[in-house]
């Protein structure tokens, strides 16, 4: 299988997220799964959206890419959008917006925290 990981994999300490794309990578080169980080390829069988925000350095790629991507590369591609943040977490008034609107181009949502689950439920996060 043919995957990609939407995060800039940094070979040095960079955070939860950091960890999470280095250990997955191996772990799915480890049972001959192709792992890549980019759009590149017209053969994508699923791609892991981890980061939706492109202004973020562990970004690499962002929902627009992904739509644009299925609609003219690949449509079969399989989408799967991690969720491990909330704006209640951060302290903010934006993140919950961004993970709606990413979370339009996902066939499947993985939550990292079931709390995340409920709580977004009860904003309407669908």
């Not at 981890?50 to 202004?55: D, G, I, L, M, Y």
């Not at 962002?62 to 609609?71: E, V």
Request: hydrophobic share 40%; aromatic share 8%.
């Amino acid at each position: 299988m043919k995957i990609t990981i939407g995060s800039n994999i940094k070979n040095s300490p960079f955070g939860g997220g950091n960890q999470f794309a280095t250990n997955l990578r191996a772990n799915l080169a480890q049972q001959d799964h192709q792992v890549f980080d980019h759009l590149n390829r017209s053969d994508i069988d699923v791609i892991l959206m981890t980061k939706p925000h492109k202004w973020l350095q562990s970004c690499a790629f962002d929902p627009i890419q992904i739509a644009l991507y299925q609609r003219n590369v690949n449509p079969n591609a399989i989408v799967v959008h991690r969720i491990n943040e909330c704006d209640e977490r951060k302290d903010t008034g934006t993140i919950n917006a961004q993970l709606t609107l990413a979370n339009s181009v996902a066939d499947h949502t993985v939550y990292v925290e079931s709390w995340l689950v409920d709580l977004l439920a009860e904003r309407n996060f669908t």
